[in-house]
Nanobody, 128 residues
Framework: VQVVESGGGLVQSGGSLRLSCAAS????????IGWFRQAPGKEREGVSC????????YYADSVKARFTISRDNVKKTVYLQITDLKPEDTAVYFC??????????????????????WGQGTQVTVSS
């Protein structure tokens, strides 16, 4: 099981990026893919996730206006479109996979501990 992130880079404030998470080695239809980020000195936080079985999505309140998650199950790839980038978005962005489950609360979908397979991350740096 492998997930690999790509698409990060250096962007000016107000710009956009599309991050990709390519999955291999498992039947993606049964999994939920989450995007997380970790800024220097801070804990890893969940920003969004998508169910590959029904396409349902969930976002952290702090990003839902600017982040859009989508999937292409044929390509086994999940995307995270980020618009109006801000310096505080600077972080390493990770994607992770978890066998689909029913959480006690929807916010559980963004808890890193629920995810089993992690990529190496892609750096996003936003200059002011």
């Amino acid at each position: 099981v492998q997930v690999v992130e790509s698409g990060g880079g250096l962007v000016q404030s107000g710009g956009s990026l599309r991050l990709s998470c390519a999955a291999s080695g498992f039947t993606v239809d049964h999994y939920r893919i989450g995007w997380f980020r970790q800024a220097p000195g801070k804990e890893r936080e969940g920003v969004s996730c998508i169910s590959n079985s029904d396409g349902s999505t969930y976002y952290a309140d702090s990003v839902k206006a600017r982040f859009t998650i989508s999937r292409d199950n044929v390509k086994k790839t999940v995307y995270l479109q980020i618009t109006d980038l801000k310096p505080e978005d600077t972080a390493v962005y990770f994607c992770a996979a978890a066998l689909e489950w029913s959480p006690d609360e929807y916010s559980d979908y963004l808890i890193p501990g629920h995810y089993d397979y992690w990529g190496q991350g892609t750096q996003v740096t936003v200059s002011s």
